[in-house]
């Protein structure tokens, strides 16, 4: 069979993050193929790299046997790449259909833009995609994430092109909507297309491709054809081992007592439109974990907890007294630490030093009348990060110089070093390598034995179930569930995040 | 997975969508009518055909201006240089208009020509080198600054009058007067720009590059066209304010530009980009005469003229960002939650930290980080600091030889070393304030007026007298900080761009020091003064040992205290700054309180030095404030710079200037000299870039 797309060696760093190390696949023509791989394993960057964003250190892309010319998106266009990007690439205060149209809109005599052309040209193209429940005098702005996905999936699949990149294509998609996908995907097919299709959900990869490449640490693992892997041979490649093993165990002396007074206690917490209600306790030495799928009401319980955005209803107590967070810096006074999502734009300056950085937090501690005792805050910031295994040179070096999973052990010796009780985690482990993974595992094993309190959010179901004592399962803006014991394994969280404990939608069915 | 209610898409009604997306414009021009209807009403006569005419011929040059500046302003970009890119037109013209005789199309060719040059090379280091537009043109409008006075010294020549009533005259007598024309004729090539590609590859680029660049759209090219294509417009503007005034003036320009900022604000274009257009500058131009206007009827005096100005432009900010999350609602329901949190935390008496949570052993001793004596271990937590500070003091030396060999035998190495440093006083102070606002990620171009009007009050205030400058000197100095607090606050709770707010408060200032000083300053710098800045102790102008004490205050502030961290932190990254705890709305205050204290400081010492103040002295050192900033290695936009690095620049720039001033070389060639230091240094100290 004639190859399509050959990636060779390609090669990737940003700083000190290795992205890509010499990833080679071949993709046939004519295929949908899927690249699998956990997050940071490089997907996204050879989604960039073939759409020409990204120009990569070393290596080469044949499209059909020709050379890819790197980093020029007008180049990888004239081959007819096409890409549903991740963060969906329209213009928010354009309209739906100019979008539709960027930038190639129809024009008369060669320069102005021909309106009717355009109309007709947009009435075709939501005909054909099946989009008639957009109007395309809408701005872009004002729709929500699904059909803002639609349209992104859309716009790259009315370019007929003879390569179709689909990067995380239905993290916005609920059931009828990824059918409508499928009869995308088989148009596309039906034109001659190729396909590369990104997923992070095997249910989809059986239903959608022939084939899948599995990527890890930006390094190619394997190709196989989908019906000749299992789900769990599939994982173990993803994850590089078999998955319990990256758990470590904790021992049960020190689990939490199940009478102690809550350390942090939130009670009908609403933050409008996305958090409705939420009600839980975190008890000393727990890890609470947070589940349900992204975009629930997550992210504004962390905010709300860590005084960014302020509740539109509802109580905080920390350790039994009512709290008003007004800014982080309150929360940050009265004991609340907050790994945020984002390392590189909210957890760190890159440009300061690791001791910048880390001193943050405790600058007034640290200091007299505003003068900074420098040698006591460099000793202490030694220590602490001797503590989580980070390389003393991280004391003078700007930590845009450091890898994602020492950056984010950097933000963890922030934290520890406030002794604050209570630890917030936002997908802690994203982006990280799993060495680094463990010991941020271990690490949260041991602030919970000392006593703290943990509220853990994973996009990884495995990580919730493996490490909390308790998950609670966020769905539609509500808790529906907490989960105990046995309850909180992979497969119960997902029910209940997929909407199927509590409700009849049809999602799609978790692997079984 | 779908988030929230879905439903069925409803079918959208289309007027409040246009209504929505024309917001901008139809607020302009309803701002217009009303200051319209109020001038109307405060007018004895009617407004005829005569008033029409002349409006418009006065606002034609803003508004003009202000569309180019707004084709800047939807890509997410600024030129400061719009204004000199005008005056250099406008003497260009009337030069070689004396020596030689032309159609009319070809003097009008030659003004775009000149703002297109200009465009051009502000796009090239805007587009394809990515600097930031606020150093490049700020560059460029002192290099044409420069460049202007070169052309022509003093105001004067004429123009044929032909050319004049091309411009200012009427079309059809009584009917259509020019300037209409012209505007009529803008707003069309402006129609026709954007039924292309480009004209919507603009909105593209200002809504998000990163998406524009991903749908395959040379991006690099559109922000270039862009300033090319807002320098011709610019250069018309010089074109029609050459017809209109009817003769040459090199310091025509500089004025113009708060109004220009004006114009687009006002004409619905917002700041943040992506968004607005080119037909609303006309009603805010036309706002902006008018509102003069309204102040000529009233009675009040011209002086009021900037203030007037500068708060509109605040206002008209304040305004477009009315419908979106606006900030002042965001900052009330904080102040709420703030005075709840504190009366809780009160009651409480005792935070969680009261019972620390440790992981690690504090009594443990650290691994030793060995306190090695070794060279290479003490320069490494240095090493950035001396990779940026070290090229200033490198040119500096490279300057001091140059100037000692220039002198030859005249050279008394002493004498030189005295002066130069007298001379750099001044900058070393402003490097501290400037330096701060910048190392917070935000920009100062308050500084010519604060300087000023400092000078202006004190010596007003004193009349000369060293008892009276006990009182007047902490009344001066408290100033300062209540106008650094007022940028502050504004900038923090009000979430206006720093440009904005410090380019309006530099207008009020102006106003303010006019009015105090009824145009022209009285009085003398107390004696004290001028000793402290020409007399002598211990062999050493007395100056200079404060200067000595302020350059260790100035170092250990920024790097040693509380203040000082969290100023990089905030600047470095300001989310990741609030997420550690940090108050950042204090910390920002903080740097524009520092700022404005310095000018002060500096208005007084300029005072001492000169013996008395005057109107305008601080102009000078807005461009050199920014200059020996960046040259000493600091990142504009915040988060990377030292003091010392900053000294180096404010010596280097005060040697090369005092070199050049012994030389025959006109003083026009200082600033182009000084605007090209600042891109020299912008491109050589640029960070490595990383992806």
């Not at chain 2, 005075?339 to 949570?357: D, F, Q, T, Y």
Request: glycine share 10%.
């Amino acid at each position: 069979m004639p190859i399509a797309i050959a990636v060779d060696r390609l090669t990737k760093n940003y700083g000190a993050t290795r992205a890509l190390d010499g990833a080679s696949f071949e993709v046939n023509k004519g295929d949908v193929h899927a690249l699998l791989g956990e997050n940071g394993a490089g997907k996204s960057t050879i989604v960039k790299v073939l759409s020409g964003l990204v120009r990569p250190d070393s290596g080469d892309v044949r499209i059909d046997g020709r050379i890819l010319p790197f980093g020029s998106p007008r180049a990888s266009r004239a081959l007819g790449i096409s890409t549903a990007f991740q963060e969906i690439s329209q213009i928010p205060d354009l309209t739906v259909g100019r979008n539709l149209l960027l930038p190639e809109e129809p024009l008369r005599a060669g320069i102005f833009i021909d309106r009717a052309a355009s109309r007709r040209r947009v009435a075709e193209i939501i005909e054909e995609q099946e989009l008639q429940d957009i109007h395309p005098e809408l701005d872009f702005r004002d729709l929500d994430l699904p059909l803002r996905q639609k349209i992104e999936i859309a716009k790259a699949i009315a370019r007929k092109p003879a390569i179709l990149l689909l990067d995380e294509p239905t993290s916005a998609l609920s059931g009828k909507d990824v059918d409508w996908l499928e009869r995308r995907i088989e148009q596309s097919r039906a034109s001659g297309a190729t396909i590369i299709f990104i997923t992070h959900r095997m249910p989809e990869v059986r239903r959608f491709c022939s084939r899948l490449s599995i990527l890890r640490g930006g390094q190619h693992v394997g190709t196989f054809a989908t019906d000749t892997v299992s789900d769990d041979d599939v994982m173990s490649s993803i994850v590089g081992r078999s998955i319990g093993s990256a758990y470590p165990h904790r021992a049960p002396t020190h689990l939490p007592l199940p009478d102690a007074p809550a350390l942090l206690a939130v009670e009908r917490l609403a933050v409008s439109p996305r958090l409705l209600e939420a009600t839980f306790q975190i008890r000393p030495r727990e890890i609470f974990g947070l589940g349900g799928l992204q975009g629930m009401g997550q992210l504004e319980l962390f905010h709300a907890l860590f005084g960014i955005e302020s509740p539109t209803a509802g109580n905080i107590a920390v350790d039994g007294r009512p709290v008003v967070l007004a800014s982080p810096r309150d929360a940050v006074r009265v004991g609340l630490s907050l790994v945020p999502e984002e390392r590189k734009t909210e957890g760190l300056a890159l440009k300061l030093c690791g001791k910048h950085n880390v001193s943050l937090p405790v600058l007034d501690r640290l200091s007299r009348f505003g003068w900074i005792n420098s040698g006591r805050e460099r000793d202490e910031v030694a220590r602490i990060l001797a503590r989580v295994q980070v390389q003393s040179r991280a004391l003078f070096t700007p930590c845009s110089a450091f890898s994602g999973g020492n950056q984010q052990k950097i933000v963890l010796a922030k934290w520890l070093l406030t002794e604050s009780r209570i630890l917030l985690l936002f997908d802690p482990t994203r982006g990280v390598d799993v060495g680094t993974k463990r010991e941020i595992f271990l690490l949260m094993h041991e602030f919970a034995d000392a006593g703290g309190a943990i509220l853990f959010y994973s996009t990884d179901t495995a990580e919730l179930a493996h490490l909390c004592d308790r998950v609670a399962v966020i769905y539609r803006g509500r808790i529906a569930s907490i989960l105990d014991g046995e309850e909180a394994s992979e497969d119960g969280i997902l029910r209940i995040a997929l909407g199927t404990g509590s409700r009849s939608e049809k999602a799609y069915e978790p692997a079984e | 997975m779908s988030v929230g209610a879905l439903g069925k898409p409803e079918r959208p009604t289309l007027l409040p969508l246009i209504l929505r997306r024309h917001q901008g414009l139809i607020m302009a021009a309803a701002f217009f009518l009303a200051i319209f209807t109020l001038l109307q009403l405060s007018m004895s006569s009617s407004f005829g055909y005569y008033d029409v005419s002349s409006t418009l011929g006065s606002c034609a040059t803003i508004a003009l201006a202000a569309m180019g500046q707004s084709l800047v302003v939807i890509v997410k970009g600024l030129d400061l240089s719009a204004a000199a890119v005008i005056s250099l037109v406008n003497v260009t013209l009337v030069v070689s208009m004396q020596h030689t005789q032309a159609p009319a199309f070809v003097w009008v060719l030659l003004g775009m020509g000149v703002g297109a040059i200009i465009g051009a090379f502000n796009g090239v280091l805007v587009a394809y080198m990515r600097l930031q537009p606020i150093v490049v043109t700020l560059a460029s409008m002192f290099i044409c600054q420069g460049v202007t006075l070169l052309v022509m010294k003093e105001p004067g020549g004429s123009v044929p009058p032909e050319f004049s009533s091309m411009f200012v005259g009427d079309l059809i007598p009584n009917l259509v007067p020019m300037p209409l024309v012209v505007l009529v004729g803008a707003v069309l090539f402006w129609g026709l720009i954007r039924q292309t590609r480009f004209g919507t590859n603009l909105f593209a680029v200002g809504g998000d590059e990163e998406a524009a660049r991903a749908n395959g759209i040379n991006t690099s090219a559109v922000k270039f066209f862009t300033y090319v294509l807002a320098g011709v417009f610019f250069g018309f503007a010089g074109v029609f304010l050459t017809a209109q005034t009817g003769s040459g003036d090199p310091l025509i320009g500089p004025p113009l530009l708060l109004p220009i900022f004006v114009a687009v604000v006002l004409g619905g274009t917002p700041l943040s980009g992506g968004k607005g257009g080119l037909v609303g500058c006309i009603f805010g131009a036309l706002t902006l005469i008018l509102t003069t206007n309204v102040l000529l009827v009233m009675n009040i005096s011209t002086y009021y003229s900037t203030i007037v100005e500068g708060i509109l432009l605040i206002l008209a900010v304040l305004g477009s960002s009315i419908s979106q999350q606006s900030p002042l609602r965001r900052q009330l329901r904080f102040l709420r939650d703030r005075v709840r949190s504190r009366e809780i935390l009160r009651a409480r008496g005792a935070s969680l930290n009261r019972r620390p949570l440790r992981v690690y052993d504090p009594s443990q001793p650290i691994i030793p980080i060995a306190k090695s004596t070794s060279f290479r271990d003490w320069l490494r937590p240095h090493e950035e600091t001396l990779r940026f500070s070290a090229p200033s003091y490198l040119a500096l030396a490279v300057v001091l030889i140059v100037t000692a060999t220039a002198f030859g035998s005249r050279f008394e190495f002493s004498a030189y070393l005295n002066s130069l440093l007298v001379l750099t006083s001044f900058l070393a102070v402003l490097a501290l304030g400037q330096g701060s606002v910048i190392l917070s990620g935000g920009l100062d171009l308050s500084v010519p007026w604060m300087i000023t009007l400092a000078g202006v009050v004190l010596t007003g205030l004193t009349l000369g007298s060293n008892e009276a400058a006990f009182w007047a000197l902490p009344l001066v100095i408290s100033i300062g900080v209540l106008i650094g607090f007022v940028n502050g606050a504004i900038v923090v709770v009000l979430g206006v761009s720093p440009i904005v707010v410090t380019l309006a408060m530099n207008g009020v200032l102006q106003g303010a020091a006019l009015i105090f000083s009824n145009g022209s300053p009285i009085g003398f710098s107390p004696p004290i003064f001028r000793w402290l800045m020409t007399g002598a102790l211990a062999g050493l102008t007395p100056i200079l040992w404060f200067l000595a004490a302020f350059v260790v205050f100035a170092t250990l502030l920024l790097s040693r205290t509380t203040f000082g961290r969290r100023l990089y932190a905030v600047g470095s990254n300001q989310t990741s700054a609030r997420y550690a705890g940090v108050p950042v709305g204090a910390t920002v205050i903080g740097a524009y309180v520092v700022s404005s204290v310095c000018s002060c400081l500096v208005g007084i010492m300029l005072s001492g030095f000169s013996g008395q103040a005057f109107n305008g002295m601080g102009d000078a050192f807005l461009l050199p404030s920014i200059a020996v900033v960046v040259v000493g290695g600091t990142l504009i936009g915040g988060g990377r710079g030292h003091y010392f690095g900053m000294l180096g620049g404010a010596l280097l720039l005060t040697a090369i200037a005092t070199l050049l001033s012994a030389s025959l070389l006109p003083d026009a060639v200082r600033q182009m000299i000084f605007g090209s230091i600042v891109l020299a240094s912008v491109v050589l100290l640029k960070e490595r870039r990383t992806s």
